[in-house]
Structure formats: structure tokens, C-alpha cells
């Protein structure tokens, strides 16, 4: 029987980790932080929250046959997987979820370019934020050189969207769905990135008039499956031809309100708590 929940997070300043933790304590259940060195020690009852770190802990106990446990939610492993844009691309391609057309043969991603097409170039594989990413295509640069695609281990060719979603998953079941739009501040500017969709840009989740199909909840819940998790937030998008696209599976999405409320709910039906 469960009793306990711990949180291993990828950093212990994350705040999304904080208010998780904040929220299952105010449910009457008790929940601490662990670092992957400290002290902490496993308790049979205790329901471990992988938080996003790819990193196997030194106090864990696991099958060693295996090398896997069903007490931590997202092992480490499959984590570092989806942390990863080219594994998972790749691991969700072989499992048969729709992803954006990707190379790692700049030759392809110039092709790409004299052809027409916008590619976006990952300089680092496990980032966040549109951190590493760079635009190619000949309205930005009609002069590009075979040298401007070297030392670029991902090219993803830039699909023109509709829509951008992103859909909670925990435990098989979509727990909360939001969708990507302008803030406040970013609807007068008319220069905001409409390519690289982040914070830094102008761009927010919200939930209103959020309505996602069963393609979409779909994909969503074969995208986590596919990357071996329990439970993870996608980021979806739908083409300008209605194509459902995933982008990514994040292990440690920033919670906020509904969101974190959502999470711990879920978290607690695994033993009853409410």
C-alpha cells in the first residue's frame, strides 16, 4: 500500500516540482523532494515521481534483471529518451506517431531549403525553450553555404500550423488539455515569431476554447506509451491540411492552477487519496 509520495526532480529549484509537492501536503498526504545523493532511502509504500531527470539515483532499489521498478513513475531511462529530440523522434517515428519530417544529413536539410521549405536546425539535442535552434531558408538567407549547416546534429523541416496543443497524459488518460496562443502583450506586436512558439516569444498556454478530437487525445496518449512513460505533457500540432503532428513529450512541465491541481489528483487515485 502506498502511503508517501516522493518527487525526484531533474533540479531541485524547479518550480513546477515545488508546487506538486505543495499540493499532494495539502491534501493531507505526505510528499518531500529527493536529490538524487541525498540520504533518502526507499520505503516499500512510498510512490516515487520521476520529475523529469534522466539520471538513475544512487539510493535506488530496482530488479536487477531488469533494471527497471514499478515504485518510480517515468524511469530514468525512458526520461533521457524523450529528453533527447533525436531519440524520441525516432523512437516515436518507429511506433508509428506522426513527427515532423527530420534528417541528420545536412545534404537533406539543404534539399530541403533550395526547395522551398523552412528548416529548423537543432544545434542542442536536449534543450527546451527554443534554446539551439536555428531558421534556415531562402527568404531568410538566399545565400546559405554547405558550411552554415555543419556541426548541427538535428534538422526538422518547419510544418505551418493551425493549432498548437498541449495535452497532459498521466497513467493512460488525458488529465488536461491547454492551447498555445499570443499573450496580452504579444497580440499588438506583429513582429512576434509565429515559427518558434515559446515563452520568450510571446507565446502562452491556455485553456480557452480548448477542444481537442480523439486524433489528437490519440496521439497524445501512443506518444507517451511510445517513449516508455507513465505520464508526460505533448505538444501537438495541427497542420494547415489538418495532419496531427508531435513535437515533443515533456517529463517536467511547468504547472500552474488547473494544471497542478489535475496532476495531483491524478497522482493521488493511484492509492485512493483524493
Not at 541525498?38 to 531527470?53: A, M, Q, S, V
Request: proline share 5%.
Amino acid at each position: 500500500m502506498i502511503n508517501r509520495v516522493i518527487i525526484y526532480p531533474y533540479r531541485m529549484q524547479s518550480k513546477s516540482a515545488a508546487a506538486l509537492c505543495t499540493h499532494i501536503k495539502a491534501q493531507g498526504v505526505p510528499c518531500l523532494k529527493v536529490y538524487e545523493d541525498g540520504n533518502y532511502r526507499p520505503r516499500e509504500t512510498d510512490l516515487i515521481i520521476n520529475w523529469g531527470n534522466p539520471r538513475w539515483p544512487y539510493w535506488a532499489f530496482y530488479d536487477r534483471s531488469s533494471g527497471e521498478t514499478d515504485t518510480i513513475l517515468n524511469f530514468p531511462k525512458y526520461v533521457a529518451i524523450a529528453s533527447n529530440k533525436l531519440a524520441a523522434f525516432r523512437k516515436l517515428a518507429l511506433a508509428r506517431i506522426s513527427v515532423p519530417p527530420c534528417t541528420t544529413d545536412s545534404s537533406v536539410a539543404m534539399t530541403w531549403v533550395s526547395g522551398g521549405s523552412r528548416v529548423l536546425g537543432r544545434r542542442l539535442l536536449n534543450s527546451s525553450g527554443g534554446k539551439g535552434i536555428v531558421e534556415f531558408s531562402l527568404a531568410g538567407n538566399p545565400a546559405l553555404l554547405p558550411e552554415d549547416f555543419e556541426n548541427i546534429p538535428l534538422f526538422v523541416k518547419y510544418i505551418p500550423k493551425i493549432a498548437e496543443y498541449r495535452v497532459h497524459v498521466f497513467n493512460g488518460i488525458v488529465v488536461d488539455t491547454q492551447r498555445k496562443r499570443k499573450s496580452r502583450e504579444a497580440l499588438a506586436n506583429e513582429e512576434v515569431n509565429q515559427r518558434i512558439r515559446n515563452h520568450d516569444n510571446g507565446w502562452v498556454f491556455t485553456r480557452e476554447n480548448c477542444t481537442i478530437d480523439d486524433n489528437i487525445v490519440g496521439c497524445a496518449i501512443g506518444a507517451v506509451s511510445a517513449l516508455g512513460l507513465d505520464f508526460g505533457a505533448v505538444d501537438i500540432i495541427v497542420s494547415r491540411n489538418g495532419t496531427v503532428y508531435v513535437l515533443e513529450v515533456n517529463t517536467a512541465p511547468g504547472l500552474e492552477n488547473t494544471t497542478v491541481t489535475n496532476y495531483t489528483n491524478a497522482i493521488l487515485s493511484l492509492f485512493g487519496g483524493s
